[in-house]
């Protein structure tokens, strides 16, 4: 597949096919992404479900100062920021984290890109401390934009509560979606701060599943949660500690 620059929002560079359509003609799509964070959620739950829904890789995203890490997969590498299609469902995943100097330009090109593309809405998913929980029965929490509610999309997700923050890309994503007037959901799962948490991304996974009427299992999700979370535990170890990486340079930070 050959890739080529299709859009270019402030050194934010978007690649795609131009000669396959289900690359080329996204309208109605819903977007889905989310980044590392409180259990590794986002991360898990992206990467869970274009695993489940056979996604394939339709596109990639470079930044001006794009995380110099790569991987292999099938034969194939692995670009820090992707994008994957199943159906009509579109997905960004973040192998890596951004780099907190381009969270506001990252945030408002995938923004401008979906709205220019004519996508229906956003799914964004990240974690909550599991410390703030108060209720058994809620494992998850949710914030929405004005225009998500204007459009009819099932809101009866339980609201965040007041006082409580959405901070790093994931925020910026929702401030973007609120200004630009993009109907666009954050689904927050209580997960455990201090470890990927496999089994939080699955309550995010079955609320998806709600939403857009998916049949993505998460049984792997639960039985495999030990062996999931220790390799991204290594992962991003790997990734925190790169021997030739300038300390004071490096974003460590956790963000939902």
């Not at 795609?16 to 080329?24: E, Q």
């Not at 996204?26 to 992404?33: H, M, P, Q, V």
């Not at 292999?72 to 920021?81: A, G, H, Y």
Request: proline content about 4%; aromatic content about 12%.
């Amino acid at each position: 597949m050959s890739f080529r620059k299709q859009t270019d929002f402030s050194k934010i560079e978007f690649y795609l096919n131009p000669d396959d359509h289900y690359a080329m003609d996204l309208s109605g799509c819903t977007l889905i992404t989310g980044f590392y964070g409180i259990g590794k959620i986002g991360f898990i739950v992206v990467n869970h479900m274009i695993n489940k829904l056979g996604a394939r890789r339709i596109g990639y995203i470079i930044t001006e100062v794009i995380p110099p890490f790569i991987s292999v997969k099938n034969n194939s590498i692995v670009l820090p920021f992707e994008i994957y299609r199943a159906g009509d469902i579109v997905f960004i995943a973040a192998f890596f984290e951004p780099y907190k100097n381009e969270h506001r330009s990252f945030a408002r090109a995938v923004l401008s890109w979906i709205i220019q593309e004519k996508f229906s809405k956003m799914i964004l998913i990240g974690g909550l401390d599991s410390r703030l929980r108060q209720d058994e029965n809620v494992f998850a929490k949710a914030v929405f934009t004005k225009s998500y509610r204007d459009s009819g999309f099932e809101t009866n997700l339980s609201e965040l509560d007041e006082g409580l923050y959405v901070t790093g890309p994931l925020a910026l994503l929702l401030m973007f979606a609120e200004v630009y007037k993009f109907p666009a959901v954050a689904v927050l799962s209580y997960a455990e701060r201090s470890r990927p948490d496999p089994i939080g991304a699955s309550h995010a996974v079955s609320i998806i599943n709600d939403l857009l009427k998916t049949n993505c299992g998460v049984e792997e999700l639960i039985k495999e949660a030990e062996n999931i979370e220790k390799e991204i535990s290594e992962m991003m170890e790997a990734t925190e500690n790169p021997a030739t990486e300038d300390s004071n340079n490096r974003d460590k930070g956790l963000f939902m």
